[in-house]
């Protein structure tokens, strides 16, 4: 009996299928385009600095073969190949299409052609074809306007780097655990796992992620045993995309630091542990699986949708591999006796702020230490002091690039010194030693000897300065009657002043009235126009999907009254441009990226944390101030 409900089952429910197929290919036959493969440009016309966009797209293909792109003699390829391909809906007419692109800068000025590309299409070979561009030697706008492209990113962009691969789509079948295990991982990346005392090594803990996460640092690496210098703000959250086994990830630079090791012997990087929320999609029924053959297995190709499934969250914590640095002990042969532990490479100076002083007044010698190694660790070198001079205080000023590897610049060490008595001095040579890791030897430098001269302190006299007393003497008559004229004069002109004076204030208060009513309408108006107060608003209700978007929103605005540019022109490559020509920083325009990127991601991936909603809206209120001066 059930052999035969599955038998009946079977029966009926081909030819449903079958019928269906018909329909479909009813439906569809009107639409179903001549295959075409075509050249397109972003643009005919640009200048030799400009960049454009190359695309070949094949349409209404079933079975694409190998694409075989021309050469580009007369261009460099600054980006591509670029894949892509889609499916649209139009009026119930149904068109697929896929895309190589490449992004070209020319070489030259002229007409340059673009030969055609060549494909295995449905089992027949098919050309493109072929393209001219006029390149000119001025700039064109032509390039960065052309509909339906988009122009090369500026490199501040992440869309300047290759697409990631995600792989958030859980198969039937397909275990969970392996699947993350595969595309999300901490790696920890050393400059070498053997040194020598003192000799910097950079640590670079790095997340390899194909699938989207929350993801939060539980538990630092200790890095005991090791002097400490990050490279990179561990607030900050550097992304880049890195080709690993093949394919491409994004990573995530959590901590890259300069570690300098204190004691010799085997010393233990910790791991770092990460606590990760995982998004990952969990395939409909059929998905993934190998279709069947004839009309059955036709059909599922149809309607099967490999990325149609339920979202779901995975929670995993994950930790980095310990790393063991070997640390040899510097050695013992041919060590010179004034050596302090400096290692690396560098230069020394001397100079004095004064080469000639008074007894008993300070003067200053700065000894200055340039070069790469373990230089914050390194302590004053010691000046020997001619007799009759005396050495009361010392301090030092560094001046660090920490982000060099290794870590370099300059420590100045300022030796304040008085002189008992007069005289020609010579400040002896300041030596130091250090031990150069790549030579494997030790190696000693001096700067000086420095000259000066101490004078003998003068005794200032101050001798007073005797007024002769006035003479006395009787005025005459007329003298009197002159000095009540001038009292008369006096009081007029007094009273002339005042009433000036008066009619000033008066003026001037009512000038600052005007003022302050001006700005308290300027006032009024910043607030009433206030980009973020929607924001603000979603933030405070906690309602934190609309608040990324609002931000998103008032940013994009922004920036378009900022460049006085319509909507259909807003793109990276303008934004960038455009700014840049109004002053702005590169540092501002990525800080600009980071919000607009940190948006949208959240708009997908919707995982909110109030201290990123805080740290967001104090970084937007300083971009929409800077777009609004």
């Known amino acids: 009996m059930v052999l035969l409900t599955k038998s009946t089952t079977i029966e009926t429910y081909i030819p449903f299928r079958i019928i269906l197929f018909c329909w479909l290919c009813l439906l569809l036959s009107p639409v179903m385009a001549q295959v075409k493969f075509s050249a397109q440009a972003s643009a005919q016309q640009i200048g030799k600095s400009d960049y454009v966009e190359i695309q070949f797209v094949i349409e209404n293909a079933k079975d694409v073969g190998s694409v075989q792109p021309p050469d580009f003699p007369d261009f460099n390829v600054v980006q591509g190949p670029n894949q892509s391909s889609g499916m649209s809906i139009v009026n119930g007419n149904m068109s697929q299409y896929k895309g190589i692109s490449y992004v070209l800068q020319p070489r030259k000025t002229g007409v340059l052609t673009i030969k055609p590309a060549t494909a295995t299409i449905d089992g027949q070979i098919m050309h493109t074809n072929p393209l001219q561009v006029t390149v000119q030697a001025q700039s064109s706008q032509n390039s960065s306007k052309a509909p339906g492209f988009n122009p090369l990113p500026d490199p501040s962009w992440p869309t300047a780097q290759p697409p990631v691969d995600m792989d958030e789509v859980v198969r039937p079948g397909e275990n969970v655990a392996e699947k993350i295990r595969k595309n999300f991982f901490i ?57 690993y086994n093949g394919k491409n990830y994004s990573v995530h630079i959590i901590r890259k630091t300069q570690l300098i090791p204190l004691q010799p012997g085997d010393i233990t990087l910790d791991p770092m542990e990460l606590d990760n929320d995982i998004y990952l999609v969990k395939a409909t029924a059929g998905a993934g699986k190998t279709p069947e053959s004839g009309f059955s297995g036709l059909l599922d190709r149809l309607f099967d949708s490999e990325g149609a499934g339920t979202p779901f969250t995975q929670h995993l914590v994950i930790e980095s591999k310990p790393v063991t640095i070997h640390v040899k002990p510097l050695p013992e042969e041919g060590k010179p006796a004034d050596f302090n532990g400096a290692v690396g490479k560098y230069s020394l100076s001397a100079s004095l702020d004064s080469k000639e002083v008074d007894t008993g007044d300070a003067a200053i010698l700065a000894v200055t230490i340039k070069g790469t190694g373990n230089l914050p660790v390194i302590n004053s070198p010691v ?87 006035p003479e006395h003497s009787r005025n005459p008559e007329w003298f009197r009657y002159l000095g009540w004229i001038a009292a008369f004069a006096a009081i007029a002109i007094l009273t002339v002043f005042i009433f000036k004076e008066s009619k000033k204030d008066a003026a001037l208060k009512a000038e600052k009235a005007k003022e302050a009513a001006a700005l308290e309408k300027i006032a ?38 900022k460049l006085q540019l319509p909507a259909s022109e807003l793109n990276k490559l303008n934004i960038a441009s455009g700014l840049r020509a109004r002053g702005w920083t590169d540092d501002e325009i990525i800080q600009l990226k980071n919000i607009l990127n940190e948006c949208e991601l959240k708009l997908y991936t919707p995982a909110y944390n109030t201290l990123d909603v805080e740290r967001l809206l104090g970084e937007a209120e300083s971009v929409t101030h800077r777009l609004t001066v």
């Open 524 to 561: 009024a108006a910043s607030i009433k126009t206030d980009p973020l107060e929607e924001s603000r608003a979603f933030r405070v209700s906690g309602d934190y999907g609309k608040f990324y978007g609002s931000v998103n929103r008032a940013i994009w605005k922004g920036v378009s009254d």
């Open 383 to 469: 000046v020997n002091w001619p007799a009759g001079m005396e050495s009361y205080d010392m301090n030092s000023k560094e001046n660090i690039d920490k982000a060099n590897a290794p870590l370099g610049g300059s420590k100045t060490f300022n030796y304040s010194f008085i002189a008992s008595k007069p005289g020609h001095y010579v400040l002896p040579a300041v030596k130091m030693s250090y031990f150069d890791p790549s030579a494997r030897v030790y190696k000693s430098i001096e700067a000086g000897p420095v000259p000066i001269e101490v004078n003998h302190l003068a005794k200032k006299k101050n001798t007073p300065v005797v007024q002769p007393a």
């Open 187 to 243: 790696k920890v990346e050393v400059s070498k796992t053997d040194c020598y005392l003192g000799e910097p090594i950079v640590a670079t803990y790095k997340l390899y992620a194909r699938l989207r996460s929350d993801s939060r640092v539980t538990k630092h690496p200790s890095l005991n045993g090791f002097s400490v210098y990050d490279m990179v703000d561990p607030s900050e959250d550097r992304v880049g995309v890195e080709k």
